[in-house]
């Protein structure tokens, strides 16, 4: 039976077992070097940046600004702890996946990780600001959680024996939760110094994100339809049903602890707690922007950043 929306009730993790298992792309369950087996190759991506204003029912969003403009896949965006920059994932010349930044006020690019033939993906910055959590593809194809320095003190896995991991969100500073590949994909939680993951939900989608102001964590409960936004408490391994996605959507990103966003073709959804369903808040089909995907919220909840394929 489907979940009902904004049902006062908390289930244990363990009801979180669906029926249906999750089905890896043909090709990707066995992992060729370098290449993560969470998703099939992505075509030309690119990331834009859009202004934020106002909060909650009156959040509005600017106009997009391109900030890769290459062909190629340029993905998965994360906002520094300051918000000055954007963290992305890009593939060049030399077909390896690496981390790149980018300077919003300079306008500049800069590759951050240099770890040919492996691979890195979905960076996301430590609480200290410090260091880069990423999803590395490792030379035998292993693909693991580890933490990046950013002044070049050596590289550290963080779950050694907890593989594939696909993406990854901290609720707290020492708690994590791990979308790992599986049939069915499973959501392990860990804490920090432990080296040890459990198993706390199945079929989950890859959109992880801490929830702003609190010490949970969101998810997106797959296995039957329609996709279900979720709240997780790692205190009590119990989920609570939030809202269900737009058909084909499963990128979320919050603007603040009661705003949701949502990508859904060209254009941009809110949904807010105690509201019915999501509300467009833009639209960017004339400006040539398709499936837009992968979205992150800077700090200060004055900046978005997505993925988008554009008009060529």
């Known amino acids: ?41 992505a075509p030309s991506s690119e990331v834009f940046l859009v202004p934020l204003a106002g909060q909650g029912a009156t959040l509005a969003a600017g106009t997009p600004r391109n900030i890769t403009n290459r062909p190629g896949y340029d993905n998965q965006p994360a906002f520094s702890r300051d918000g000055r920059r954007v963290y992305y994932t890009s593939t060049r010349d030399d077909a390896q996946a690496d981390i790149y930044r980018f300077d919003i006020a300079a306008n500049t690019t800069v590759r951050v990780t240099t770890t040919a033939p492996e691979s890195e993906y979905s960076a996301f910055p430590t609480a200290d600001g410090r260091a880069l959590t990423v999803i590395r593809v490792e030379r035998d194809s292993t693909q693991r959680l580890w933490r990046t320095p950013l002044d070049g003190a050596p590289d550290q896995v963080l779950f050694a024996d907890t593989k594939p991991v696909g993406y990854f969100a901290q609720p707290t500073d020492s708690t994590w939760v791990l979308f790992v590949l599986g049939s069915p994909v499973t959501m392990q939680m860990g804490h920090h110094g432990t080296g040890r993951t459990e198993v ?9 994100h801490r929830i702003p102001g609190t010490s949970h964590a969101s998810v997106v409960q797959k296995g039957t339809a329609p996709w279900q936004v979720m709240d997780f408490d790692p205190a009590t391994r119990t989920f609570t049903p939030l809202v269900t996605l737009p058909s084909g959507s499963e990128d979320v990103a919050w603007s603040d602890g009661n705003t ?27 400006a040539g922007l398709r499936n837009i995907t992968r979205l992150a919220v800077n700090p200060d909840a004055t900046m978005l950043a997505f993925v988008a394929d554009p008009a060529r």
């Open 1 to 41: 039976m489907p979940l009902l929306l904004h049902l006062p009730v908390r289930r244990p993790a363990a009801a979180l077992v669906c029926s249906a298992a999750v089905v890896l792309h043909p090709g990707l369950v066995h992992a060729q070097p370098g290449i993560p087996r969470t998703s099939p190759p």
């Open 200 to 208: 706390v939900g199945r079929n989950i989608g890859r959109s992880l």
């Open 260 to 286: 949701l966003l949502v990508g859904s073709g060209s254009k941009l959804l809110r949904w807010t707690r105690g509201s019915s369903g999501w509300t467009e808040i833009a639209d960017y089909s004339s």
